[in-house]
């Protein structure tokens, strides 16, 4: 009887790592004209990626809210960076907290939500949401 036979992974390391440290389009701003609590909502319905290992491209409704610090977000440089993604190997779940991340960094809101609703594949279906800041229960990383 033989042995388990030993095959390469068919996910590695580097599959999980791509598209997280590319360069992007930088995002803009501008200043916010009131102090007052107010919350923005961004949808956009034609958001691709590519899947780093397959190649074939992965298509979800993003929606981005937040509530403004000091700065909003510039929508055309949210669309230029965004569109950058199409041509971006990069994992659902990568995408979904790469554009927090960077989108907190850029507007340093008082608190954000990226979701993404990908479209199924296979069989499949992924919904994404990760949030800013991260809950007090989780590790606490800066945007």
């Not at 790592?17 to 916010?32: A, I």
């Not at 107010?38 to 190649?55: A, H, L, M, N, R």
């Not at 990908?118 to 990383?141: D, I, M, Y």
Request: charged share 25%; net charge positive; hydrophobic share 30%.
């Amino acid at each position: 009887m033989k042995g388990p036979s030993k095959r390469p992974p068919r996910y590695t390391d580097a599959h999980a790592r791509s598209g997280v440290g590319e360069p992007l389009p930088p995002l803009e701003t501008w200043p916010s004209s009131y102090p007052e609590d107010y919350e923005v909502v961004i949808t956009i319905p034609e958001f691709t990626s590519i899947c780093p290992k397959t190649g074939l491209p992965d298509f979800a409704t993003l929606t981005v809210s937040y509530v403004p610090g000091r700065r909003c977000v510039e929508l055309k440089s949210l669309k230029e960076y965004l569109l950058a993604y199409r041509a971006l190997g990069i994992f659902n779940e990568n995408a979904v907290n790469r554009v927090l991340r960077d989108l907190a960094r850029a507007a340093r809101p008082r608190r954000m939500t990226v979701r993404g609703v990908f479209t199924p594949r296979g069989g499949l279906q992924t919904t994404v949401e990760a949030r800013w800041p991260l809950s007090r229960s989780g590790p606490r990383r800066r945007p």
